[in-house]
């Protein structure tokens, strides 16, 4: 039996497509290292990543993707997956407001200066 786990991982993953998304789209907009040089985008992505999260949070609630996802598997149904899975020790529904208030501090932050 193959036991669906550790979905906490994909919180790291959809940060790093977002960062380099974000890092993409922004050097091709203005110029090569504008990323790099001003912190707000920075922020934008930490922003980007926490709807990202949402959505991720949101599909995983779902049962009938969950029961899809075991039947796929030969394994059991997942039961509250949103409190069961861990990233850092913090369960994965907090990650999305854990990122935008980071996001939008480091925006703030940069934009005040």
């Given amino acids: 039996m193959i036991v669906w786990s550790g979905v906490g991982f994909f919180i790291a993953v959809l940060i790093s497509i977002t960062y380099v998304f974000l890092k993409w789209i922004v050097d091709i907009i203005w110029q090569e290292g504008y990323f790099s040089a001003h912190l707000w985008a920075t922020g934008a992505t930490f922003i980007l990543a ?23 598997t030969d394994s059991q149904p997942m039961f509250e997956p949103e409190r069961t899975h861990k990233f850092f020790f913090i369960p994965v529904r907090y990650w999305p407001l854990i990122l935008f208030l980071v996001g939008s501090g480091i925006c703030i932050r940069d934009l005040m200066k």
């Fill in 50 to 72: 926490s709807i990202l999260c949402c959505i991720f949070v949101y599909a995983i609630k779902q049962e009938k993707l969950l029961a899809y996802v075991a039947k796929m």
